[in-house]
């Protein structure tokens, strides 16, 4: 089984940087994916990693540590818009991925 | 421009009364899949399809069934439906992906929010 962690809710001021924490267990590990869903839609796809390092793209970068079981986002230059959940999915075993409860990022100016 | 499409985007049904929500894409991937979200929760794997194969969780109810009639097109039938299947339910695709260093990035549709009255 697949096991994700994720903090529930992080509130962060326009213009700062936040950091998203994710630690899971798999058995098997075949990528982690971070994912952005407004509310009330569909998640949409932010980044991938399965090589251990910094992903950057634009405003926003992702980190894995396999040994540790570890991943972050990190969002810089915050924008009210990107108030959203951000949700963590790991592919195990299978190529399919099991994503967390996700984490509700509130941004106020 | 290729996408996920899901009708409709609010469903409401009555206990007991058989739904179904469908799911369409023009991405031409081989793998579909039905999610159930409730508020503030993790996206819950209910079935996938990879091509005509269909894959069901150990967990999904029978209560819930699914077809794939062709590559573009998905539904999931809700036989009888309960309270406790008020949710979203998400429709996602991906390519066929397999292999250590594959990629499987998933695309959803906008999401069919059902109420069971």
């Known amino acids: 089984g697949q096991n994700i962690d994720q903090p529930t809710e992080m509130t962060a001021t326009e213009g700062a940087i936040v950091q998203i924490n994710c630690t899971y267990q798999?058995?098997?590990?075949?990528?982690l994916f971070w994912y952005q869903q407004h509310a009330g839609e569909a998640p949409t796809f932010l980044s991938y990693?399965?090589?251990?390092g910094l992903e950057e793209k634009g405003r926003f970068s992702s980190f894995l540590s396999r040994s540790k079981g570890y991943s972050y986002l990190l969002l810089k230059e915050l924008q009210m818009k990107d108030s959203a959940s951000y949700l963590c999915?790991?592919?195990?075993?299978?190529?399919?991925?099991?994503f967390g409860r996700g984490t509700s990022l509130i941004v106020h100016p | 421009d290729a996408m996920v499409i899901q009708n409709p985007r609010y469903q409401v049904t009555q206990f007991g009364k058989p739904v179904t929500l469908s799911c369409s894409q023009t991405?031409?991937?081989?793998?579909m899949y039905w999610y159930q979200q409730k508020s503030s929760q993790a996206p819950k794997l209910l079935f996938h399809?990879?091509?005509?194969?269909?894959?069901n969780e150990a967990d999904t109810p029978d209560n819930f069934q699914s077809r794939r009639p062709n590559t573009s097109f998905c539904f999931l039938d809700i036989r009888s439906p309960g309270l406790g299947d008020a949710a979203m339910y998400l429709c996602?695709?991906?390519?066929?992906?397999?292999?250590?260093?594959?990629?499987?990035?998933?695309?959803f549709g906008a999401g069919t929010r059902l109420s069971v009255l």
């Open positions: 996602a695709t991906s390519t066929d992906a397999t292999g250590t260093l594959a990629k499987n990035i998933q695309y």
């Open positions: 798999t058995s098997g590990f075949n990528g």
């Open positions: 990693n399965v090589l251990d």
């Open positions: 999915a790991v592919s195990g075993g299978s190529y399919i991925p099991t």
């Open positions: 991405l031409n991937h081989n793998v």
């Open positions: 399809y990879y091509d005509k194969d269909f894959n």
